[in-house]
T-cell receptor, first 113, second 111 residues
Framework: DSGVTQTPKHLITATGQRVTLRCSPR?????VYWYQQSLDQGLQFLIQ???????AKGNILERFSAQQFPDLHSELNLSSLELGDSALYFC????????????FGPGTRLTVL | GENVEQHPSTLSVQEGDSAVIKCTYS??????FPWYKQELGKGPQLIID?????GEKKDQRIAVTLNKTAKHFSLHITETQPEDSAVYFC??????????FGTGTSLTVIP
């Protein structure tokens, strides 16, 4: 158990819908990262937040947005969902810098039908 | 942007043998290179990392080497055990920038 929690574990929805994925970092960690893992695209970095502020941005679509709240939990919002958005979405946390050890959560499996 | 290539995509070794996975990167600004192990149904787990000011790092049976000039880094696992079977990912990172991942290597250790 990494100490990072993600909810829900599974999510099935339809195209065009909007979903919210939630992540609670390990106690004491200030940075949260979101990753997408799919069969055709592999593991992709989406975005990093540090203490509530966006710190680095990767291949995150405009339909996707994220935020980190004052209690340091984070949410990833995916809207206008397409079939190709079906993937595993992982959250990770670290104490501070991106070069600190990142601890990954168990992931949320999103299926868009 | 950065491009990380990883080889081989699959690797089978006999228990007790060594396994080597290689990655190359394209951007000389990358300065941090972590390796992750992902077991079935779980999230990736950091197993070792190396920074660009170091050429080699070892942690028990696992070692990573970095050649900045050639822009490649490798993961070495010695005395492999069945529990080493998993998918391994390399990654490259630049300060203040995003992470770029290799496509993964599925390692099978045959008892």
């Amino acid at each position: 158990d990494s100490g990072v929690t993600q909810t829900p574990k599974h999510l099935i929805t339809a195209t065009g819908q909007r979903v919210t994925l939630r992540c609670s970092p390990r106690s004491g960690d200030l940075s949260v990262y979101w990753y997408q893992q799919s069969l055709d695209q592999g593991l992709q970095f989406l975005i990093q937040y540090y203490n509530g502020e966006e710190r680095a941005k990767g291949n995150i679509l405009e339909r996707f947005s994220a935020q980190q709240f004052p209690d340091l939990h984070s949410e990833l919002n995916l809207s206008s969902l397409e079939l190709g958005d079906s993937a595993l979405y992982f959250c990770a946390s670290s104490y501070g810098l991106a070069t600190d050890t990142q601890y990954f959560g168990p992931g949320t499996r999103l299926t868009v039908l | 942007g950065e491009n990380v290539e990883q080889h081989p995509s699959t690797l089978s070794v006999q228990e007790g043998d060594s396994a080597v996975i290689k990655c190359t990167y394209s951007d000389s600004a990358s300065n941090y290179f972590p390796w992750y192990k992902q077991e079935l149904g779980k999230g990736p787990q950091l197993i070792i990392d190396i920074r660009s000011n170091v050429g080699e790092k070892k942690d028990q049976r696992i070692a990573v080497t970095l050649n900045k000039t050639a822009k490649h880094f490798s993961l070495h696992i010695t005395e492999t055990q069945p529990e080493d079977s998993a998918v391994y990912f390399c990654a490259a990172h630049q300060q203040g920038n995003q992470f770029y991942f290799g496509t993964g290597t599925s390692l099978t250790v045959i008892p």
